[in-house]
């Protein structure tokens, strides 16, 4: 099985830069996702990692260690609309693949 | 290219009714995946169907059951609904199932039971 864990709240202020941590134990691994939700909208997807590093896609950048199974988003330059909740989710390893969520990081950015 | 569909958006029933939720995902996508959201829990999977085949379940009981069809939509059953049942249902679909796929996430039926 899987256990995912995340802060459940976080407070940033605009322009600034956050981390947001993500851990995890899984009997099998494959992949780890981040994801954006909006309050009332659908999760909408960030970024992927398999492998040990950083991904950097514009402001976003995430970063993964197998070993320590640790992820964490960095979000730079902080915006007012990058208020939402976001989701750590890692997928399972095994002939058939599901995903697993943490329950979310509430993230608000303040001006 | 269309989003992933769900219908209905919003639901209101009460408790010992059953209720059918569907999803059409975009178009080339085969696999499709369900989940519930609350406020609590945060996303709790449902199954995961590929192909009209189930390949994953997740650890809910056996009143909620799915199926996919040929042209990949897909839907799900609650029967017996419990008060506990009122949660967002989001349904994700993907090209295939697997690493690395993102899944695209519809906008969620919101279940409410009274």
């Known amino acids: 099985g899987q256990n995912i864990d995340q802060p459940t709240e976080m407070t940033a202020t605009e322009g600034a830069i956050v981390q947001i941590n993500c851990t995890y134990q899984?009997?099998?691994?494959?992949?780890l996702f981040w994801y954006q939700q909006h309050a009332g909208e659908a999760p909408t997807f960030l970024s992927y990692?398999?492998?040990?590093g950083l991904e950097e896609k514009g402001r976003f950048s995430s970063f993964l260690s197998r070993s320590k199974g640790y992820s964490y988003l960095l979000l730079k330059e902080l915006q007012m609309k990058d208020s939402a909740s976001y989701l750590c989710?890692?997928?399972?390893?095994?002939?058939?693949?599901?995903?697993?969520f943490g329950t979310g990081t509430k993230l608000q950015v303040i001006p | 290219k269309a989003g992933v569909t769900q219908t209905p958006r919003y639901l209101i029933k009460t408790r010992g009714q059953q209720v059918t939720l569907s999803c059409s995902p975009i178009s080339g996508h085969r696999s499709v995946s369900w989940y519930q959201q609350t406020p609590g829990q945060g996303l709790q999977f449902l199954f995961e169907?590929?192909?009209?085949?189930?390949?994953n379940k997740g650890n809910f009981p056996g009143r909620f059951s799915g199926r996919q069809f040929s042209n990949s939509r897909s839907e799900m059953n609650v029967s017996t609904l419990e008060l506990g049942d009122s949660a967002l249902y989001l349904c994700a679909s993907s090209v295939y199932s697997g690493s690395g796929d993102e899944q695209y996430f519809g906008p969620g039926t919101r279940l409410t039971v009274t």
């Open positions: 990692n398999v492998l040990d």
């Open positions: 169907y590929f192909s009209e085949t189930q390949r």
């Open positions: 989710a890692v997928r399972d390893s095994g002939g058939y693949q599901k995903v697993t």
């Open positions: 899984t009997s099998g691994f494959n992949g």
